[in-house]
């Protein structure tokens, strides 16, 4: 009996009807209800996810990064696990409406992968992997929020200058709150991404003799990095306007999805460890 597996389906379906739930209290209901059992479901599924991956930790002895399956179950809780703390601080459960569907479905679609254990050759595995590996998926996690957040600032801003605000204006938060977050999102994913191609190039170079070989997932993390970069360094110069910045964090994030999806599909490189 896989107890991985077992909590990942329980896990899901929490998630699915916590999402249902998210959608119903913020655009159907009123939003200043109790309703605490809402927020109550999702942490018994944060609770399941969380032991899904210590029993799969356990059971192969490390991150969970080997295949496509594990990488997509690591991703999810980080970006749940970013919202609960952003919900806690900012008080903008309305969010949750967004991210816990978008979740979901992600992890759905992880639920028809092949997900057989299988451990990491040893002579790859290294100090330097864990860390690459961990900041580069948990700033995957805050680019996927920032790119949800910056969705709905461009739904409200459309709204407000067609002049036909429907119900879900009004429970959205403010055009500048948005905009905030989805920066302060960004500043925080953008060194955390800098860490992880800093220590992949390490650890190329401590297993393969090499720290870039323009491979096509450097190459399109590189451009993930520029794009970052460069909303970065525009905002500091207040050269954005918010919704350039908005659309910015959506090309950022389909630029995620080439890197990590398509390539994954496409591409045989350094990165395939199977």
Sequence with gaps: MDWSQILFKITLIIYLFSGGFYIKREFFSNPKSPNHWTSNLLYVGIGTHTLSLLILILQTGYLPIKNFYETLLLITWTIIIIYMLIEYLYKVRVLGAFIIPFNSLVLLYASFLPNEIDNLPAEIHSIWLDIHTSAIFISYGVFTLAFCISVAYLLQEKQL??????????????????????????????????????????????????????????????????????????????????????????????????????????????????
């Design 161 to 274: 200058n067609d002049k036909t605000p429907s119900r879900f204006y009004y429970r959205l938060p403010s055009l500048n709150k948005l905009d905030k977050l989805s920066y302060q999102l960004i500043m925080i994913g953008f060194p955390l991404l800098t860490t992880g191609i800093i220590t992949g190039s390490l650890w190329a170079n401590q297993v393969w003799g090499m720290y870039w070989n323009w491979n096509a997932k450097q190459v399109w993390t590189g451009i993930v990095w520029l794009i970052y970069a460069i909303y970065l360094y525009n905002r500091a110069r207040n050269n954005l306007s918010k919704k350039n910045s908005a659309y910015i964090t959506v090309i950022g994030f389909l630029t995620i999805l080439i890197t990590y999806l398509g390539l994954t599909f496409i591409s045989s490189s350094l990165h395939n460890f199977t």
